[in-house]
């Protein structure tokens, strides 16, 4: 789950960390009266969404000219010029794709006197079961390039959860950072406090690009972005109410209400599969076969009936689906209550695209008896392979 920056900052301020003054503002006039709580003269307009890039990004209804999602303005009248531009329109980054996201809230915040910009990001290193800690000192827009073209100005420090966070791990931070004095021990400090913030929240990501030092010698997160693990959201309720469902597709909320797994690709065949390395498995054959999926989507071990009416709904919301590719492995669910439950749900679903289907497992050839004796157009695999050939085919035939 993500959250928005403005909601990441507050959570970060309440472990001590500095952030300049801001408010959200869902209307021009919010952002107004939030420029108006500031002390000035310089603020800044900032697009909230769930995305980066947004200093670069273009809104598209304004024409390639326009300004991005990021703005100074150096009065109230310049606020509301910004407010009034960005609101309501789609903002389209590196990171949105060509389809963009719509700006439906901003955050004004007082402007800063900026020295030097620095980058600093936690997350979690799956590979050494460890928090990773990634400092830089080529901080601000353009640090995927600096990842790309000069990584070793890149620097990572690893923490074992055993141990826990320690004071070498903070000086290691600031000295990647290169500060001295006063500024290296801001950052240490700084360091400790987003630890303390990531830990505590179940974080899997947070990213604060850029950490900056002001010219009056002080280290400010000036943006930042967080990601949380959804496992663990139940532990976070004051986490889960900073949701903003506008954010995400609603295809992806609907399939959370059932405990499915759904993401939208961009290809024509949707698939339904239990288990994510399987999920992944028959996308890979789709593309090996000359096409590209629609949606990864991942059922689960117990796919019920309600689970499976579900997932074909979900799957068909998406019109650019011409075919459906079902590859279900029945352990836990056998695989006649999973055909069973196939067959109903393509009847009330009035299924109007190819459907095929490759069913193994517990029961197996029950299943597929199942399938064949419904009267309803459904395709039988014998494997993967001959799944991914079978759905292709047919839609193409159907074009």
């Known amino acids: 789950m993500n959250i928005h920056e403005y909601q990441g900052k507050e959570l970060l301020a309440q472990y001590g960390v500095a952030i300049p003054a801001g408010h959200a503002a869902l209307s021009v006039e919010e952002a107004v009266a939030a420029a108006r709580r500031l002390p000035g003269p310089l603020y800044v307009v900032k697009a909230q969404i769930h995305a980066g890039g947004r200093g670069k990004g273009k809104f598209r209804e304004l024409g390639a000219d326009a300004k991005g999602g990021v703005r100074l303005a150096k009065s109230l009248a310049e606020v509301e010029a910004h407010a009034s531009e960005m609101l309501g329109n789609t903002l389209v980054t590196i990171q949105t794709g060509e389809h963009g996201k719509q700006v439906n809230r901003l955050y004004v915040t007082d402007g800063v006197d900026i020295a030097k910009e620095y980058y600093l990001s936690m997350l979690v290193d799956r590979k050494t079961g460890r928090i990773a800690i990634i400092a830089s000192t080529e901080g601000g827009m353009d640090i995927e390039e600096v990842a790309h073209a000069t990584p070793?100005?890149?620097?990572t420090i690893t923490v074992d959860p055993a141990e826990g966070f320690q004071p070498h791990h903070g000086r290691a931070v600031a000295f990647a950072l290169k500060l001295k004095g006063d500024l290296n021990k801001q950052a240490q400090v700084l360091t400790r406090q987003i630890f303390d913030a990531f830990v505590?929240?179940?974080?899997?990501?947070?990213?604060?690009?850029?950490?900056?030092?002001?010219?009056?010698?002080?280290?400010?997160?000036?943006?930042?972005?967080?990601?949380?693990?959804?496992?663990?959201?139940?532990?976070?309720?004051?986490?889960?109410?900073?949701?903003?469902?506008?954010?995400?597709?609603?295809?992806?909320?609907?399939?959370?209400?059932?405990?499915?797994?759904?993401?939208?690709?961009?290809?024509?065949?949707?698939?339904?599969?239990?288990?994510?390395?399987?999920?992944?498995?028959?996308?890979?054959?789709?593309?090996?076969?000359?096409?590209?999926?629609?949606?990864?989507?991942?059922?689960?071990?117990?796919?019920?009936?309600?689970?499976?009416?579900?997932?074909?709904?979900?799957?068909?919301?998406?019109?650019?689906?011409?075919?459906?590719?079902?590859?279900?492995?029945?352990?836990?669910?056998?695989?006649?209550?999973?055909?069973?439950?196939?067959?109903?749900?393509?009847?009330?679903?009035?299924?109007?695209?190819?459907?095929?289907?490759?069913?193994?497992?517990?029961?197996?050839?029950?299943?597929?008896?199942?399938?064949?004796?419904?009267?309803?157009?459904?395709?039988?695999?014998?494997?993967?392979?001959?799944?991914?050939?079978?759905?292709?085919?047919?839609?193409?035939?159907?074009?």
Do not use: W
Not at 152 to 155: D, G, L, R, S, T
Not at 270 to 279: H, P, Q, S
Not at 291 to 317: M, Q, R, W, Y
């Open 152 to 155: 070793e100005k890149i620097m």
């Open 200 to 399: 505590a929240k179940d974080c899997a990501m947070l990213e604060i690009n850029p950490l900056v030092e002001s010219k009056d010698g002080k280290l400010l997160v000036l943006d930042t972005k967080m990601s949380f693990d959804s496992n663990a959201l139940y532990r976070h309720p004051d986490v889960v109410a900073l949701r903003d469902e506008t954010e995400e597709d609603p295809a992806e909320i609907e399939a959370s209400k059932y405990d499915l797994a759904y993401i939208k690709l961009d290809g024509d065949i949707g698939c339904m599969v239990n288990g994510a390395g399987l999920a992944m498995a028959t996308m890979d054959i789709i593309k090996l076969n000359g096409a590209f999926p629609a949606n990864f989507l991942d059922v689960g071990g117990g796919a019920s009936k309600e689970k499976v009416t579900a997932a074909f709904k979900i799957i068909l919301s998406d019109p650019a689906v011409k075919g459906i590719l079902v590859n279900i492995f029945g352990g836990i669910m056998k695989c006649d209550i999973i055909a069973e439950g196939i067959v109903a749900a393509a009847k009330e679903v009035q299924l109007s695209v190819p459907l095929v289907v490759r069913l193994e497992g517990t029961n197996v050839e029950l299943g597929k008896q199942i399938l064949e004796g419904s009267g309803l157009p459904i395709v039988s695999a014998d494997d993967l392979g001959d799944a991914a050939r079978k759905i292709v085919a047919e839609v193409k035939k159907a074009a």
